[in-house]
């Protein structure tokens, strides 16, 4: 299975400030992975995938990069409501794997 | 507006079975792929099985391959993921969700929570 290495795990950041958060395949997965976004006690939220294409509806302010094996979500600008956790995944081969999750939160 | 609605969720003694159902609206059901997902309680996400519009594909996770197995109905717009041999770490809301790029789940329901306990 692919594994997928989140890091940091927790990034105290304030409102306004940017966020850089990263991801690490086991392997090569070409462009295949993609960025969630979860509150407590709702669903997650699509926001990238295939590394760069962000997910309908999603604000510009969220982007994503990377291909093969390292990739980052990146907050140009944190919103108050943009803090949560975040989890990538790969579809690169089944099972369709997630890493730990990266816990955005204010400072 | 996609809509799916799990149910079936509850308590349940280990070893014991659970069948949960996936109601979805909105979309022509026959022509995505769905899959379950599931989280434990203040863990991570953990993708559970998968099928096809027409049923002939199903891939499983490890830990629940030989327990678990992923059905659609068609003609009810529904899926099922029928649980057996349940064990304690599989206690995690389990969603439902709608594949709408090459098994990109943009479209999720609110989950159904499944407790394994004695």
């Known amino acids: 299975d692919i594994v997928l290495t989140q890091s940091p795990a927790t990034l105290s950041l304030s409102p306004g400030e940017r966020a850089t958060l990263s991801c690490r395949a086991s392997q090569s997965i070409s462009n295949y992975l993609g960025w969630f976004q979860q509150k407590p006690g709702q669903a997650p939220r699509l926001l990238i995938y295939?590394?760069?294409n962000r997910a309908t509806g999603i604000p510009a302010r969220f982007s994503g990069s990377g291909s093969g094996t390292d990739f980052t979500l990146t907050i140009s600008s944190l919103e108050p409501e943009d803090f949560a956790v975040y989890y990538c995944q790969q579809r690169s081969n089944w099972p369709l794997t997630f890493g730990g999750g990266t816990k955005v939160e204010i400072k | 507006e996609v809509q799916l609605l799990e149910s079936g969720g509850g308590l349940v003694q280990p070893g014991g079975s659970l069948r949960l159902s996936c109601a979805a609206s909105g979309f022509t059901f026959s022509s995505y792929a769905l899959s379950w997902f599931r989280q434990a309680p203040g863990k991570g996400l953990e993708w559970v099985s998968g099928i096809s519009g027409n049923g002939g594909f199903t891939p499983y996770a490890d830990s629940v391959k030989g327990r678990f197995t992923i059905s659609r109905d068609n003609s009810k717009n529904t899926l099922y993921l029928e649980m057996s041999s349940l064990r304690a770490d599989d206690t995690a809301v389990y969603y439902c969700?709608?594949?709408?790029?090459?098994?990109?789940?943009?479209?999720w329901g609110q989950g159904t929570l499944v407790t394994v306990s004695s």
């Open positions: 295939d590394a760069s």
């Open positions: 969700a709608k594949d709408f790029y090459y098994s990109w789940y943009i479209d």
